[in-house]
């Protein structure tokens, strides 16, 4: 898949809009990543949506990060965002329930039948995983 194509199937999920935003308020690029056709229905375009701006938010606030990636793959009715920093990082079993950020990420993947996956370590970056199979839902 081309640059445009990429970019255009990416932005049908994130409607570039969460990417310009960590791009703009923090001035940190960001690279973006798509693969595969595979339709999602339209509940699970929101929560993608919802998940990949609550994390570049998060990049942007917190991580000191100086490049960020942005990738969607679909498959077999499947699909996987990962939002992946080079910032700061922080210690996951840190984390109290006042981060409603990650408490928000995890709703909203529960909505969905999806599985969020966070990887993070002080000094070394942060990596936001949403996993969606269609036959998860009974579909």
Same mark, same amino acid.
């Not at 929560?47 to 998060?58: I, R």
């Not at 529960?110 to 199979?133: F, K, M, R, V, Y």
């Given at each position: ?6 970019v =255009? ?69 499947? =699909? ?16 109290? =329930? ?6 928000i ?33 009974g579909?």
């Open positions: 898949m081309g640059l445009v194509e990429g =255009a199937a990416l932005s049908e999920i994130l409607e570039v809009g969460g990417t310009e935003a960590a791009r703009g308020r923090a001035r940190i690029p960001v690279s973006l990543s798509c693969s595969g056709k595979s339709p999602l229905p339209p509940d699970v375009k929101v929560a993608f949506y919802n998940v990949a701006q609550e994390a570049l938010n998060n990049v942007a606030k917190h991580a000191r990060a100086h490049q960020v990636h942005v990738t969607l793959v679909r498959h077999d009715g499947c =699909a996987r965002l990962v939002v992946s920093d080079d910032g700061v990082g922080f210690a996951i079993q840190e984390v109290t =329930a006042e981060h409603l950020g990650l408490t990420m995890q709703e909203r993947s529960e909505g969905i039948g999806a599985i969020l996956t966070i990887q993070s370590t002080p000094s070394a970056g942060t990596q936001i995983a949403l996993d969606w199979c269609a036959t998860d839902r579909q």
